[in-house]
Every structure is written in structure tokens, then in C-alpha cells.
């Protein structure tokens, strides 16, 4: 069965960092591009970022440049989201995702092939 796992997720004050881990259980998923959607509470899924199977080019919402970095590891079939300076509108249950669309794409996807349970972050202010 083929999964994405979320680690990671947690509580943290404004102005810190939290470090997200998606855990693919295939190789299937080594030409997949891979990112990050939230949902705050009330709110609609929103797209965060993505990166390309090779992890050579990352996209990211504007709301998260700057602060937010996408990293892949093939060989460990994971996926990671750094996070720094973080504020409580990043409050919200956090995606791990996988589909073969273009990087470019993912802002506009309205769903993927692949989700992961979500893990939950949480920054107070």
C-alpha cells in the first residue's frame, strides 16, 4: 500500500521554527513531485509549496517565501518542509502530497493523486 506519513508537527511560539517530514513508503514515489498543502480551521486547503521529483526546483506561496524551504531527499524517499518565523496564521493541519504535475502547476491543483494524514502545527502568538 502505497502511503505518505507526516512527522514532525507541533506547538511553537511566533517567531520560531518547526521542521515537517514526509516519509513515502515506495520508490514509486521518486518521480512523483512532492509538497505541502494546510488547512487552517474553517478555511479551505491551501497550497504551501512543492519541489520536483529531481528536487532541483521548489515552488512556494507567496505567503510562505522567504521563510518556508522544501527539501527531498530521493534516496530516503522523504520529504521535508523547514519552516522558520513562524506566525500564527501558519496555525493549521499541514499536507504532505504527491502528484506528477509540474511544480508550476500545484498552486492552481484542486486535488492530488497521492495525501498524507496531515499533522497538525500550531504557533502562538
Known amino acids: 500500500q502505497v502511503q505518505l506519513v507526516e512527522s514532525g508537527g507541533g506547538f511553537v511560539q511566533a517567531g520560531g521554527s518547526l521542521r515537517l517530514s514526509c516519509l513515502a513508503s515506495?520508490?514509486?514515489?521518486?518521480?512523483?513531485?512532492m509538497g505541502w498543502f494546510r488547512q487552517a480551521p474553517g478555511k479551505a486547503r491551501e497550497f504551501v509549496g512543492a519541489?520536483?521529483?529531481?528536487?532541483?526546483?521548489?515552488s512556494y506561496a507567496d505567503s510562505v517565501k522567504g521563510r518556508f524551504t522544501i527539501s527531498r531527499d530521493i534516496a530516503a524517499n522523504t520529504v521535508n518542509l523547514q519552516m522558520n518565523n513562524l506566525n500564527p496564521e501558519d496555525t493549521g493541519v499541514y499536507y504532505c502530497?504527491?502528484?506528477?504535475?509540474?511544480?508550476?502547476?500545484?498552486?492552481?491543483?484542486?486535488?492530488?493523486?497521492?495525501w498524507g494524514q496531515g499533522t497538525q502545527v500550531t504557533v502562538s502568538s
Open positions: 519541489i520536483n521529483w529531481m528536487g532541483s526546483f521548489a
Open positions: 515506495s520508490a514509486t514515489f521518486s518521480r512523483y513531485a
Open positions: 502530497a504527491a502528484d506528477r504535475a509540474l511544480v508550476s502547476a500545484w498552486s492552481t491543483l484542486k486535488s492530488v493523486a497521492y
